[in-house]
């Protein structure tokens, strides 16, 4: 992502509503929603931001999704402690994916974990990928 963030407030007989979109418009859509207290994360997934690659190893593709995460929650002051709800799609062998998403869901949130989907989809708009995942967090 670039260096420029763009955040646009509305209210409109309701919360303010925050679009946090670090890509100027570049994506179509927003990284970050806050509406009130309420958080909603677009999907996060394991590409590296300075390589623009994805591991093949699944463990680190899975870690860096959940960097990824983290770091659209910390623009609008929100952490993984905040999440309420996940949904994950997987790709690729299940059975091999799934337990290591997990694993590692499980060590990073702790006692936090989420009310949760978990999906599975024929593949992904961005080649190699195994998992996307999106929250929403209450702060």
């Known amino acids: 992502a670039g260096d420029r963030l763009t955040v646009r407030s509305a209210v409109m ?11 100027d418009g570049a994506l179509g859509f927003s990284l970050v929603v806050r509406a009130g207290s309420t958080v909603y994360t677009a ?4 590409i590296d931001p300075d390589t623009l690659e994805i591991s093949s190893d699944v463990e680190t593709e899975v870690r860096q999704a959940f960097t990824n995460l983290e770091a659209s929650l910390a623009m609008v002051d929100a952490t993984l402690a905040d999440v309420v709800e996940m949904t994950t799609y997987f790709a690729g062998n299940r059975t091999e994916v799934y337990p290591v998403f997990q694993r590692v869901r499980i060590e990073l949130m702790g006692g936090n974990l989420p009310a949760s989907t978990s999906v599975v989809v024929a593949g992904f708009v961005y080649p ?8 929403v967090a209450v702060t």
Do not use: Q, S, T
Request: proline share 9%.
């Open 13 to 23: 007989g309701g919360p303010a509503i925050e679009r946090v979109d670090p890509f």
């Open 43 to 46: 999907g996060a997934f394991g």
């Open 128 to 135: 190699g990928m195994h998992l996307e995942m999106k929250a």
